[in-house]
């Protein structure tokens, strides 16, 4: 009864925070939508367009070679751009009555999948400080081979190529998801794996 409870709970908690993120993001609607149609590759040469227009970012902020001072301060100033500009310019664009019900019920999921990955970066946040309360020398070593490991990959690739190449990743992981190519890799990863721990066992028999 408890669980059931804590269960119901819960999912009028994910209702409430999803429908005011929807009520804080509503201007954003149209914008989230269009993004979402191309992260998602729904057409087949939307990958390649998304690429090439990260790159030719990249690349104008290799010729432009700020400094880092000015890149944060552009970085925000169009982040407050964007967010004065783009409901305002979608209000007068696109009108009410062009919302359908299709685009409601989509725009209610990206939010709802926005409200459960911030609750996953919280869930993961809190397992490592309850990891540092139960098991602190096993957050110890985990934490310092964890940065030493990104400190060795961030000595050895360049600043901005390397911000490129997560950058690419992070936008190409929603359509690579969708496709099924990430759990495509990801089970023949854990088949590799498998066949050597058996492969060990044997040897070890």
């Given amino acids: 009864m408890a669980s059931g409870e804590g269960d119901n709970r819960s999912t009028n908690l994910l209702a409430a925070e999803t429908a005011q993120l929807e009520e804080h ?3 954003w609607g149209e914008v989230m939508l269009a993004t979402d149609h191309v992260l998602r590759w729904e057409k087949a040469w939307l990958p390649a367009v998304m690429m090439v227009a990260v790159s030719m970012v990249f690349l104008l902020i290799y010729w432009l070679d700020p400094s880092v001072l000015t890149g944060v301060s552009c970085a925000i100033m169009l982040i407050c751009l964007a967010d004065y500009l783009v409901p305002t310019i979608a209000s007068r664009t696109f009108g009410s009555n062009k919302w359908t019900t299709e685009q ?8 709802s999948n926005l409200v459960k990955t911030q609750r996953r970066i919280v869930g993961w946040w809190r397992r490592v400080f309850a990891l540092k309360e139960e098991k602190p020398k096993m957050y110890f070593i985990t934490v310092v081979s964890v940065l030493s490991v990104v400190a060795w990959i961030g000595q050895q690739v360049h600043n901005l190529f390397l911000t490129y190449l997560i950058v690419s990743f992070l936008l190409l992981l929603p359509g690579l998801n969708r496709r099924g190519i990430i759990s495509k890799y990801l089970g023949m990863a854990k088949r590799e794996i498998n066949k050597l721990l058996k492969q060990k066992e044997k040897k070890n028999e």
């Fill in 25 to 27: 993001l509503e201007g």
């Fill in 104 to 111: 409601q019920q989509r725009f209610h999921e990206i939010c």
